[in-house]
């Protein structure tokens, strides 16, 4: 595949917008040269096992506990196959409230899109502890990214791999429907 992806409707290289010129130029050129799957493959050679809703509310429970046991408990967690790229979400955390007997009670969820089924364990955990810093800090701001390194060191890193396997994934595919 050469740069068969310029003509299509979409620019799968929109996913690192803000990121530097030269690191979007190095990403184009492996992508013009039929690289970049084989390149995110060999940095992230793994696939995850957790295939079911409740084996992702156990991973992400376990995360919670690990981080922020203090944080409000989670009600839902789950892969979403309405999530994607165009929505421009990989994850959502939503609080629901309802009154119960004259109280507001607030039900945390988090969802992630369907399409991380089969990304490597690192971009899943990257997405989870995304969605689990909401939990504290409901900006993305400074504390939250703080809190994001807090959970997985290599946050930001992992952030813009993941957004790499985005454009190699769309490219690859045709756009996404997980």
Known sequence: MTAGW????????????GYPPELID??????????????IRQRYPDRHTIQTDRALYDYT???KQEFLRTAPPLHKVGFDQRL?????AL???????????GKLKAKKEIRVASLFKEAPPEFLRMIVVHELAHL????HDKAFYRLCEY????Y????????VYLAWRETERGGFSA
């Open 6 to 17: 310029q003509s299509a409707a979409k620019d799968p290289l929109r996913f690192l917008g």
């Open 26 to 39: 190095r990403v184009r050129a492996l992508l013009d040269a039929g690289k970049l799957g084989d390149h």
């Open 61 to 63: 429970a376990a995360l």
């Open 84 to 88: 994607d790229s165009v929505q421009r």
């Open 91 to 101: 994850g959502l955390h939503t609080a629901i409230s309802r009154v119960q007997g």
């Open 136 to 139: 504290k800090e409901r900006e």
């Open 151 to 154: 959970m997985e060191p290599r």
């Open 156 to 163: 930001h890193q992992l952030e813009f791999d993941a957004r």
